[in-house]
T-cell receptor
Framework: DQQVKQNSPSLSVQEGRISILNCDYT??????FLWYKKYPAEGPTFLIS?????DKNEDGRFTVFLNKSAKHLSLHIVPSQPGDSAVYFC???????????FGTGTSLTVIP | DSGVTQTPKHLITATGQRVTLRCSPR?????VYWYQQSLDQGLQFLIH???????AKGNILERFSAQQFPDLHSELNLSSLELGDSALYFC?????????????FGPGTRLTVL
């Protein structure tokens, strides 16, 4: 049961442009979401998070938007840089229960 | 470097065998999470330990078990291995016992079952 979905396996963007990575979820009990970035041969690293009491959270070039009614979140990277090329996972904890759900990831390629 | 260490980096074994994967969390972190990433799949949550106690179980097979020791390192035991168990296994650690906290991931152990 895929409770967190990333329907785009890959995305290519020109350097300097905006990258938009999307994530959908099915569990209306989710109230916190995280984005992780993963380079090859490394473990994922935390990027940014958002609580369901907010609809936007910004950290430098990274902004996450949450649309609770649509059960949809998106990660915007502006401007995109070649070093942003990685796989991006969205994730959500289920509380109570302490389960943790990750999407299947979107591979972002930023073209110089 | 996340501060989380996993050994071994690579493991090649045969079907039916048993292996143990080891994880040392960041200094001060009490929680350890285990994940499996198969080809073209996202990370599947397996199990969470907090300060030596099991907190949550995800999609962990009965052939798999884990524990967290008093020094907080954790081991994931995989037995009666099948070809489909070939995957990357990550552990992650965090400070607290609730999953809202940022998790710090190790580099993973790549298991190949032949």
């Amino acid at each position: 049961d895929q409770q967190v979905k990333q329907n785009s396996p890959s995305l290519s963007v020109q350097e300097g442009r905006i990258s938009i990575l999307n994530c959908d979820y099915t569990n209306s009990m989710f109230d916190y979401f995280l984005w992780y970035k993963k380079y090859p041969a490394e473990g994922p690293t935390f990027l940014i998070s958002i609580s369901s009491i907010k609809d936007k959270n910004e950290d430098g070039r990274f902004t996450v938007f949450l649309n609770k009614s649509a059960k949809h979140l998106s990660l915007h990277i502006v401007p995109s840089q070649p070093g942003d090329s990685a796989v991006y996972f969205c994730a959500a904890p289920e509380v109570p229960g302490n389960q943790f759900y990750f999407g299947t990831g979107t591979s972002l390629t930023v073209i110089p | 470097d996340s501060g989380v260490t996993q050994t071994p980096k690579h493991l090649i074994t045969a079907t039916g065998q048993r292996v143990t994967l080891r994880c040392s969390p960041r200094s001060g972190d009490l929680s350890v999470y285990w994940y499996q990433q198969s080809l073209d799949q996202g990370l599947q949550f397996l199990i969470h330990y907090y300060n030596g106690e099991e907190r949550a179980k995800g999609n962990i097979l009965e052939r798999f078990s884990a524990q967290q020791f008093p020094d907080l390192h954790s081991e994931l035991n995989l037995s009666s291995l099948e070809l489909g168990d070939s995957a990357l296994y990550f552990c992650a650690s965090s400070v607290a016992g609730v999953p809202y906290n940022e998790q710090f991931f190790g580099p993973g152990t790549r298991l190949t079952v032949l």
